[in-house]
């Protein structure tokens, strides 16, 4: 599997941005993926996950109620819609896949086995 991130670019505080993260390869119903970010100097932060299903979903703390994970099966996508923008969001933006069985949701990034290229999100205010 191989995932292509893209969507990211250069926004004013209080706006919207949705990036999608573009899945190559067969994905199984037990994948789990995740939205990480990092800012510069700051280490590798957990955004939110999703169940290659849909059905389950969670959250960072700070993007709750703003983002959206959402998972397009037909398409192999997985999405992030990031709303009321906060230059605090800036960051590199990194899809990634767990392939580990079972469907529990994960958080640390050294639990994710494949990453995407990263897409660089700037909050203006």
């Known amino acids: 599997v191989q995932l292509q991130a893209s969507g990211g670019g250069l926004v004013q505080s209080g706006s919207s941005l949705r990036l999608s993260c573009a899945a190559s390869g067969r994905m199984f119903s037990n994948y789990k993926m995740g939205w990480f970010r990092q800012a510069p100097g700051k280490e590798r932060q957990f955004v939110a996950a999703?169940?290659?299903?849909?059905?389950?979903?969670n959250y960072a703390d700070s993007v709750k109620g703003r983002f959206t994970i959402s998972t397009n099966n037909a398409r192999n996508t997985v999405d992030l819609q990031m709303n009321s923008l906060k230059p605090e969001d800036t960051a590199v933006y990194y899809c990634?896949?767990?392939?580990?069985?079972?469907?529990?949701?994960?958080?640390?990034?050294?639990?994710?086995?494949?990453w995407g290229q990263g897409t660089l999100v700037t909050v203006s205010s």
């Open positions: 990634a896949a767990d392939f580990s069985l079972g469907y529990g949701l994960r958080y640390a990034a050294d639990e994710y086995e494949c």
């Open positions: 999703i169940t290659w299903s849909g059905r389950t979903t």
